[in-house]
């Protein structure tokens, strides 16, 4: 049995009611530049995860999906998908990057 952080699991409860839902408009990038100066705010280390969660041991040129993996105080990390908690070995392989990698792809997103 997995027992999600209390704390992140209030925090997954706030952000059920405002994350964007998925539609042609909104995508993992979205989610993911939405929700992390949430929690970084509320003093959890959030890190940007990159990779295919259909395929194990992908390359960087592979990667299709962004996440969170955000770790509490305690030292404990959760894999923050679309502002839902995940536990499970994809969401902890892929690629680790920085807020401003994803805050580039955003940017040239919008302007193609």
């Known amino acids: 049995m997995i ?28 989610a ?11 003093g959890f280390e959030p890190r940007i ?8 041991g992908e390359s960087i040129t592979e990667c299709d999906h962004c996440w969170l993996l955000v770790t509490d105080e305690d030292g404990h990390t959760t894999a923050i998908d679309w502002g839902r908690p995940y536990y499970d070995e994809q969401h902890f392989e892929g690629y680790r990057v920085p ?11 919008d302007r193609e």
């Not at 992140?8 to 042609?24: E, G, Q």
């Not at 993911?32 to 509320?42: G, I, K, V, W």
């Not at 807020?99 to 997103?109: A, E, F, G, I, V």
């Open 3 to 30: 027992l999600i952080p209390l704390k992140i699991l209030l925090i997954y409860l706030l952000f059920s009611s405002w994350l964007p839902y998925i539609d042609s408009s909104r995508d993992c990038v979205d």
């Open 32 to 42: 993911t530049l939405r929700a992390y100066p949430t929690f970084e705010a509320l």
């Open 49 to 56: 995860a990159i990779g295919n969660l259909e395929q194990q």
């Open 99 to 109: 807020l401003k990698y994803l805050q580039r792809r955003d940017k040239k997103r």
